[in-house]
């Protein structure tokens, strides 16, 4: 196999770029922000939301333990031809918030798993606890949240929800986000970053897909795709596995104001949403 022609700096500028796909929207639609209420008998972008962020905070609080073998595979095909890499990574996540990696095999190139499956490994680990910085990326000021259908993905009844920040920045997405009619968890995020993420990046794109385990859901698969301006495409495809240890308690289901709006709404049309 050829060599790498590019260099360490541009490697890196590769991996930072390869980190927001996935990511980081999925953090943003974590700590989602509302938008005006619609008219009409469905629910609206804001009570779907709302009722989300409630839902997404019950199941996270009610997870105790999971540990699963994922599968990072990156492919390049650009300046120098086409090179792949791959690590086999224990995932073990500790509640409240503490994710643990190991990486149990690497192959291909040792330039990519290095300068890039160990740097996203890596930044998803600092990451994980940091909640307060999380939510301070996103507001009520700075994204939009529109209701545009409803789809059904491998048997799950969703609500449709476009995704369009108010203001630009490096971590800034828009695309679209599939809610489950029946609990209202995230069943897919799929996007692209408003802005580059680097002068190196002419355009990038994700698709991350997430599965019921239980009363909770958890990733399933992420594709996020980069074109670098010096000619080239990288591809990054995380399996996360099928988490044959996972331990959650019942969730506990506080007071949901959106939620029985929602709930009410939604009941004269004949839709279960709960």
């Not at 019950?58 to 599968?71: G, P, S």
């Not at 690590?87 to 990696?101: L, Q, T």
């Not at 369009?164 to 968890?185: C, I, L, Q």
């Amino acid at each position: 196999m050829k060599s790498l022609q590019f260099g360490g700096d541009s490697m890196w500028h590769l991996a930072k770029a390869l980190m927001f796909p996935g990511l980081l929207f999925s953090m943003m639609m974590a700590c989602a922000v509302w938008v005006q209420a619609q008219s009409g008998s469905r629910p609206t972008a804001e009570e779907i939301v709302g009722r989300m962020l409630v839902k997404n905070g019950e199941r996270l609080a009610a997870l105790e333990h999971y540990k699963t073998d994922r599968t990072y595979h990156l492919e390049y095909d650009g300046t120098g031809g086409k090179h792949h890499a791959e690590m086999v990574v224990r995932a073990e996540y500790v509640a409240p918030r503490r994710k643990y990696f190991t990486v149990l095999s690497e192959s291909g190139s040792k330039v990519l798993c290095k300068e890039v499956l160990h740097r996203l490994v890596e930044r998803e680990e600092q990451t994980a606890a940091k909640t307060d910085w999380q939510r301070s990326l996103f507001s009520t000021d700075t994204y939009k949240v529109e209701l545009v259908g409803q789809e059904q993905l491998a048997g799950v009844n969703t609500w449709v929800l476009k995704v369009e920040p108010k203001v630009s920045s490096k971590v800034a997405y828009r695309g679209k986000v599939w809610v489950s009619m029946d609990d209202f968890a995230m069943v897919r995020v799929k996007g692209e970053p408003v802005k580059s993420p680097s002068w190196m990046i002419d355009s990038a794109a994700f698709d991350t897909w997430y599965k019921r385990r239980g009363d909770v859901w958890v990733p399933a698969k992420n594709v996020s795709t980069t074109h670098v301006r010096i000619g080239g495409e990288a591809k990054v495809t995380i399996d996360y596995g099928s988490y044959d240890v996972l331990a959650a308690r019942q969730i506990v289901t506080g007071d949901d104001t959106y939620g029985k709006r929602c709930q009410s709404r939604v009941g004269e049309n004949g839709l279960r949403l709960v």
